[in-house]
């Protein structure tokens, strides 16, 4: 593309990003836009994580997009099939050649002469520094680093003579048929892991954590799915599953929010019917803090404790002491011995895909910037994020989001206004987004978020019910957002 001007630059090519563009298409027809994409194609995600068994974490009758739903009848589906449902979903609604591959942000910078964003990209084919200009920006790119994952500061690492794995980085090709296989972590991504390396002819699999995490086993194919499929036409019944999935998902979150000592139980009677007796529930399976403190981890067809059956698949809770020639020496005194260590321990926290931001040549803290709507920053002109929901699907605040630009841009464009601005007037408390949950890799980064204001439009609710009054139906205007 030889224009270097836009009305509108977006920044990712994966689920956020081809929904950004599918709503500026259709609802903003006469605005040029482009999309920016770091990486050599499409999917973001779900084309960066290649390693065995990789899927949902979400049921795909909401992590589809409200505008084309998911057709298919797993509802918990693999990478390779949901890569392929962003792929055509950019096909049918020809948003392909809006995509710049290989083109890496690394800095945007506003101007209130111009009302401009000047935006400079590192074109990764030729490594040559480009720029480029756009009236409005937006970011889905979404929130952790795609060029490393977190790996802990382990001891005596390097004397390990096996091969150790983040699985953000899987090798390609990687033979590990009759290995024994350590798997550090107790979250969605080790949980994928490893029934997926045992099915596929792991030796020994060992999951290591250093203590448990809620499960919940769900059918792979949704049998009232299946049914609604039958009784009702094609798009009601794609709808009516969306609600469905939606309500239940959003009922027990609330439930075990409100009632943390009655879903407690339920979650470990669920575990304890799928696992034999030998294994240790209290030790292995209950963890210490409330449900949904932290994501819960979805089991499709309780494959994971299917695995834990077998004579090749253990569980482990335990601390490392350090790493060894042959394996992980624990607190206890054990030795797990490995061929292969996997490092399943998180993501790297990465706002805005870590671009320098600057407003009038000042730079933008974002631990300093208030999130409104959930969508635009306090001080920061024509700018949005796409940031989805901790307790729910990614794509419910996706859409929800993108409805709420393309009707702000409308607006802008309707009234005469050049630029758009939410300014805070609040009480100047830190509470960051996401800080709902407990986890981790979450408490790393607080120091890096934005936060949230205690009343609307500044707090972020965390609630798809709320957010559709919020982003879809109420005004554009508002007492603190500023145009001009």
């Not at 920016?36 to 049921?59: C, H, K, V």
């Not at 949980?191 to 792979?220: D, I, K, N």
């Not at 094609?234 to 929010?257: D, E, G, I, P, T």
């Not at 307790?391 to 841009?409: F, Q």
Request: with cysteine.
């Amino acid at each position: 593309m030889n224009n270097k001007q836009y009305d509108v630059v977006v920044v990712g090519a994966g689920l956020s990003g081809i929904c950004m563009a599918y709503y500026l298409k259709q609802a903003c027809p006469s605005k040029s836009f482009t999309i920016l994409e770091a990486r050599q194609q499409m999917g973001g995600t779900w084309d960066l994580f290649r390693y065995p068994g990789i899927r949902s974490d979400s049921d795909m009758g909401t992590l589809g997009y409200r505008f084309r739903e998911w057709k298919e009848a797993k509802q918990i589906a693999d990478g390779p099939a949901i890569r392929e449902y962003i792929q055509s979903t950019a096909k049918e609604h020809d948003l392909e050649k809006c995509i710049q591959y290989n083109q890496s942000v690394k800095s945007a910078s506003w101007n209130s002469t111009t009302k401009k964003w000047t935006v400079e990209v590192i074109n990764k084919t030729t490594n040559n520094l480009e720029k480029m200009t756009c009236s409005f920006y937006i970011s889905c790119s979404g929130y952790y680093n795609y060029e490393e994952g977190h790996t802990p500061v382990y001891k005596n690492k390097a004397s390990f003579q096996g091969q150790f794995i983040h699985p953000q980085h899987w090798p390609q090709n990687l033979d590990y048929q009759n290995k024994k296989i350590v798997v550090i972590g107790s979250g969605a991504t080790a949980v994928t892991l490893v029934p997926a390396l045992v099915e596929s002819g792991a030796g020994q699999v060992t999951m290591l954590q250093r203590s448990p995490s809620y499960y919940v086993s769900v059918p792979r194919v949704d049998p009232l799915a299946k049914l609604l499929t039958k009784l009702l036409p094609s798009k009601q019944a794609l709808k009516a599953v969306r609600w469905k999935n939606f309500l239940m998902a959003h009922l027990f979150y609330k439930f075990s929010k409100t009632f943390p000592k009655a879903s407690k139980p339920l979650l470990i009677m669920g575990v304890k019917r799928n696992l034999p007796s030998k294994i240790d529930i209290e030790k292995h399976f209950t963890p210490k803090y409330n449900p949904w403190d932290q994501r819960l981890c979805l089991v499709p067809d309780g494959d994971l404790f299917e695995a834990l059956k077998g004579d090749n698949c253990t569980i482990v809770t335990d601390h490392i002491e350090q790493f060894e020639s042959t394996g992980i020496r624990l607190q206890s005194g054990e030795l797990l011995e490995a061929d292969i260590i996997v490092s399943a321990t998180g993501l790297s926290i990465q706002v805005l895909g870590g671009i320098d931001l600057t407003v009038n040549h000042k730079k933008v803290d974002l631990s300093k910037c208030y999130v409104y709507k959930s969508v635009m920053m306090s001080d920061i002109p024509n700018f949005a994020v796409i940031l989805g929901y901790t307790n729910a699907s990614w794509t419910l605040k996706a859409d929800l989001a993108a409805e709420y630009i393309v009707r702000h841009l409308n607006f802008m464009d309707k009234n005469g206004h050049q630029f758009s601005m939410p300014t805070y007037f609040g009480e100047q408390v830190r509470v960051p987004i996401m800080s709902d949950l407990t986890s981790n890799y979450i408490h790393r980064s607080t120091d890096k978020l934005p936060s949230m204001g205690d009343k609307k439009p500044w707090k972020a609710e965390q609630d798809y019910l709320k957010d559709i009054k919020i982003l879809r139906r109420e005004k554009i205007e508002n007492v603190d957002l500023v145009f001009g």
